[in-house]
C-alpha cells in the first residue's frame, strides 16, 4: 500500500465486499457488490473515520487537546469526530447547523454518549459554518485548551488520503475475488469521498468508472469541490496526480427536498433493502445513494452483465430519527 502522510490505524480493516444477490434480482439490472464501510469501526464510524485517522494523527502530532468540526445535528462525520476523539483521549466539540433537540435522536444522541460538546446554530447552512468553528477554537485557546479544525466532511487533501487507500483496499480485494467492477458508486456530499475514491482509482489503476450520488449539493459545486482537492493533493502528497477528467460522475438527481429530507419513496425502498439483505441504509447518506442508484438502473444507465460495486459509508443510526416516517410502512 502506498504511504503519503502519517496516521493512526483505527480503524477495522478491510472492510468486506459482498455481492447482493437478492438486490440484483430485485432490480433486475447489473450484479451489485457492497463495500460494507459501515463497518470500521470505532463507535461504528462508517466511512469517516477512514478520513479521521489522518486528521488524528496530525492533531495528536501538534499537540492539540480538542477536535472541532461542523455538520447537521444527524451528521455522521460529526458523531465519527466524538467517536475518535473518546477513542485517543481528546476532547471534542460539533458545530451543529439546526436546532438543538430537548431528547436526542440517532447520531446527536450518540454525540452525547461520546462526551463531545455542542454549538447549535438553527437555520444555518452547512457550507456557512466554518466561522462559528474558529470562534468555538477561540474560546478554547483562550480556556489553555489547543484546538484542531476539522473541515466539514473531512473534505480537504489530507482527509481524502483516506479514500486513496480505500481504493487500494478495494483492488487487492478485487483480485483476490476475481471480479472487475465496471462502475463504484456512493453517497457524496462534502466531496471529500469523492476526491479521494477518483484519486485513489487513479494512483492505483483502478478502471471502474465513478458515480457520486449527491445528497446536498449540485454537480457544479461537486466538480469544484474535487479540482480544489486535486490542487492539494499535487501540492502536499502526489505531485503527478493524473487529470479525473472523465473518470466520474456526480447526479445530483435524487437529492429530493434537501440534504436530509425523505420522500415516502425513499423510505419504502429503506425498508425492502432492510428486508431484502438485512442492510441497514439512512435516508440522509447511503439509502439515499443506493435509491439513485436503483433509479439509474431502471432508466438503463447501469446495465445487465455490468458489475457495480456500492460503498456502504455508514449511517444506520441515522435511521431512528424517521421513525414516524417509517410507521406508514409497517
Known sequence: MKKF???ICIASLPTPIYRA??????????????????????GVSGNKVRKLEYFAAEALREGAGV???????????????AAVAARIGLLSHLVLGGPCEKIPEGNLFLDRLFGAGTTFIPGAPLLELAEAMEKTAGSYSREGVKPYIIPLGASDALGSLGYIDAMGEIQT????????????????????TLSGVVAGCLVHGLDSHVTGISVAFPPEWSDAKLEEIFSGLRDKFIPDLPSPSGRYKVNAAYIGEGYGKASPELIRFIRDVASLEALLVDPTYSGKALFGLAGEIAKGTFK??????FIHTGGAFGLFPYREQFAGEF
Open 173 to 192: 480485494q478485487s483480485k483476490e475475488m476475481g471480479v472487475t467492477f465496471d462502475h463504484i458508486v456512493f453517497a457524496s456530499g462534502s466531496g471529500g
Open 304 to 309: 445487465k452483465g455490468e458489475r457495480v460495486l
Open 5 to 7: 502522510a502519517e496516521k
Open 21 to 42: 444477490e437478492r438486490l440484483s434480482a430485485n432490480l433486475g439490472g447489473p450484479d451489485i457488490f457492497i463495500k460494507r464501510d459501515d463497518m470500521t469501526g470505532v
Open 67 to 81: 477536535l472541532i468540526t461542523c455538520g447537521g445535528p444527524q451528521s455522521n462525520h460529526a458523531r465519527a469526530t
